[in-house]
Structures are given as structure tokens and as C-alpha cells.
């Protein structure tokens, strides 16, 4: 069994940086992709950032140029540097992880407020 351990979250003013971290612990074999989900209230969840397993990144235009997603292989883990936060970000952030074919993990999600 996999468990996914998410932190970082937290209240932050507008224009301030935070950084969630998402580790993922049991029995593991291989990672492959790697990413970060959102989700607000009364919307659905949607894709913030995904780094594969060669380390290529792909971004929500919202974000792009703000946030950055990162990935140690060594420990299993990965993180995302949040900059310039908006009040627009405000949302539960969920980790994902994808362990080969169907194998796909979820945090249990880590609120992120940006407000003044």
C-alpha cells in the first residue's frame, strides 16, 4: 500500500510564496508521473502543474511563470514552489501520483488561502 503525505499549506498574503511538498511512502517501485491539482470552492478540480518521470513540466496558464514544480526521485517526493500567490489560487492543492499503468494516488489535500 501507498500513502501520499502532503504539507505546506497555509494563509498567505496576496504577492507572498509558499511551498507544498508531497511525499510518497510504502511500498514503491517506480514513480512516474508527478503533479499538483486544485480545487475551489463550487469548481471542479483542475490541473496546477505535472513533471514526468524525465522530469519535463507542464503548467496551467494561470500559473505559468509563478509557480515551479520539482521532483526528488531519491526520496519519493514532490514539491511546488508558489510565488506571487493571488487570490484567485485560494484552494485545496491536491498531490498526485501516478505509480505505472493505473496506478494512480492522491493526497489528502492541503488548503491554501491567499488573502489579505
Known amino acids: 500500500q501507498v500513502q501520499l503525505v502532503e504539507s505546506g499549506g497555509g494563509l498567505v498574503q496576496p504577492g507572498g510564496s509558499l511551498t507544498l511538498s508531497c511525499a510518497a511512502s510504502?511500498?514503491?517501485?517506480?514513480?512516474?508521473?508527478m503533479g499538483w491539482y486544485r480545487q475551489a470552492p463550487m469548481k471542479q478540480r483542475e490541473l496546477v502543474a505535472i513533471i514526468s518521470e524525465g522530469t519535463s513540466t507542464n503548467y496551467a496558464d494561470s500559473v505559468k511563470g509563478r509557480f515551479t514544480i520539482s521532483r526528488d526521485n531519491a526520496k519519493n517526493s514532490v514539491s511546488l514552489q508558489m510565488n506571487s500567490l493571488k487570490p484567485e489560487d485560494t484552494a485545496v492543492y491536491y498531490c498526485y501520483v501516478n505509480f505505472g499503468g493505473s496506478r494512480n494516488y492522491w493526497g489528502q489535500g492541503t488548503q491554501v488561502i491567499v488573502s489579505s
Open positions: 510504502g511500498t514503491i517501485f517506480r514513480i512516474n508521473t
